[in-house]
């Protein structure tokens, strides 16, 4: 742990000066600790003797049980332990939290040889930092800043200070430099071959208790998941918290020690209980090297509508395509069309758009037929034009031999 000096004042409302000031050296875990675990992969290996800290779900009996198959003992004293588990609520327990404001050691120590007439302060302060090798000393906002630091907030940070709880700083000391585990690994072993295992099936009969009115059913159906193969029944597991997050969160089994301990195998506390999309599910259980295609077919099929009204946001589902009824597409005269991609459009081409030699043949061939057409409309009309003339003569004939002396009067 790194050690820093933290300093209180005894100035009352004088920002101007120091009085006095309190001393203490303290010890801390940095600002962003937050698990004790150092390790991963635990394989069970007989002669094993394991340490449990405080805030791991494990049934007891369950792991008495599992001690014996396995050959491996639970201690008390973590001295004695070769590995050691550590549980979703570890860091809770074991260590505490406080907000503090931190400047570097060195400048702090001549501000306080400026303020400080009493040399007595001036030593012990000097001596705490040097005996400790502290880079920062760390204090509360008003001590920081209007003294300590002049007035200048640019010289000191806050943040949190995690440091152990007095009760566990022996444990804490115990631990150190062994392998320490997330206590899901060692879960996986609890419930062993001969345990239920979750199929599609099963996830149907349990759907149906948790949508019964019936608490006992709730109940049930809880401990069913509680028992279970985990490995085996992950994907289902996690769909049954999520889809009915609402019904277990109202049910008080969920702080019993063994539905606990299930929770524990996905690194989850009962608050940790919520609704999940099926990316989320997705990520989880890939994160333990248990994801296969059938498990994604599965979440298609049971989410397909979250997945397509979530698209936009989804880490793990795209949609590549969308298309229109076959109706549309021979209408429109495609063969198929994607919407996301418009640029893939395929064309049916219709017989009188494929431009063949044939085609351009019979098209001039038609062009021929057309002009000799035309030649013999002119020449009908030409012949037709003479024709006319000639009766025309003929009748005037006729009317210059009729206006004789021989025409007939009646």
Not at 340 to 349: D, S
């Amino acid at each position: 742990m790194e050690k820093f000096v933290h300093i209180r004042l005894s100035n009352g409302s004088d920002y101007e000066s120091i009085r006095g000031l309190d001393v203490d050296i303290i010890e801390g875990l940095g600002d962003s600790f937050d698990t004790f675990v150092n390790a991963k992969g635990y394989v069970p290996t007989k002669g094993d003797t394991i340490y449990l800290l405080p805030g791991v779900n494990i049934p007891r009996m369950k792991l008495k049980d599992l001690a014996l198959n396995l050959g491996i003992r639970v201690v008390r004293d973590p001295e004695k332990a070769t590995v050691v588990f550590s549980g979703k609520s570890s860091v809770g327990k074991l260590t505490t939290s406080t907000w503090y404001y931190f400047a570097d050691a060195n400048t702090i120590l001549e501000n306080v040889k400026k303020l400080c007439n009493d040399q007595y302060y001036i030593d012990k302060l000097e001596t705490a930092i040097s005996s400790t090798g502290a880079k920062e000393v760390c204090s509360n906002w008003s001590d920081m800043r209007n003294t300590l630091c002049n007035g200048s907030i640019d010289t000191y940070e806050s943040r949190y200070f995690y440091g152990v709880e007095p009760e566990y700083l022996d444990t804490y000391n115990a631990i150190q430099g062994k392998p320490i585990y997330c206590e899901s690994e060692l879960i996986t072993n609890i419930n062993g071959d001969d345990s239920t295992i979750i199929d599609y099936d099963v996830y149907k009969q349990l759907q149906t208790m948790f949508e019964s009115s019936d608490d006992d059913n709730h109940i049930l159906a809880m401990e069913i998941m509680a028992n279970s193969h985990y490995e085996k029944s992950v994907l289902y597991l996690l769909m049954l918290i999520s889809d009915y997050q609402h019904v277990i969160s109202n049910t008080h089994t969920k702080n019993h020690v063994n539905f606990k301990s299930m929770l524990a195998y996905f690194n989850w506390i009962p608050r940790n209980i919520s609704s999940l999309n099926a990316y989320h599910i997705v990520k989880i259980i890939d994160q333990k090297g248990l994801l296969t295609l059938d498990m994604i077919k599965v979440l298609y099929k049971e989410y397909t509508n979250d997945i397509h009204r979530m698209i936009s946001y989804d880490e793990v589902f795209e949609i590549k395509e969308v298309t229109i009824k076959q109706d549309y597409l021979d209408k429109l005269n495609l063969t198929s069309f994607n919407l996301i991609n418009p640029e893939e459009l395929e064309v049916t081409a219709t017989v009188d758009e494929i431009v063949t030699d044939e085609l351009i043949e019979a098209a001039i061939t038609n062009i021929k037929r057309d002009e000799l057409k035309s030649e013999l409309i002119a020449i009908e009309e030409e012949l037709s034009a003479n024709q006319g003339t000639s009766e025309e003569e003929s009748n005037n004939n006729q009317i210059e031999q009729t206006n004789g002396d021989d025409f007939e009067w009646f």
